[in-house]
């Protein structure tokens, strides 16, 4: 359970931070294709949060 809400934290994050990127520093004419787009950075930003989250290996105990 807490390992979910991790994740799902660091996603919400990320994705909060992908739309701040595209409110504050975004491309002004709208030609830039991931900070154009307040869908995309938003997404992207979820993507980025949810890969620094997930585990990528169990941790072994005994060492």
């Not at 359970?1 to 491309?27: D, P, Q, T, V």
């Not at 709208?30 to 997930?54: E, H, K, R, W």
């Amino acid at each position: 359970m807490k390992k979910s809400i991790r994740i799902s934290a660091g996603a919400a994050l990320g994705a909060l931070a992908g739309f701040a990127y595209y409110y504050f520093i975004g491309c002004q004419g709208g030609a830039c294709p991931l900070t154009g787009n307040p869908y995309l950075a938003t997404a992207y930003g979820g993507l980025i949060g949810l890969l620094f989250t997930v585990p990528n290996k169990k941790r072994d105990d005994k060492s």
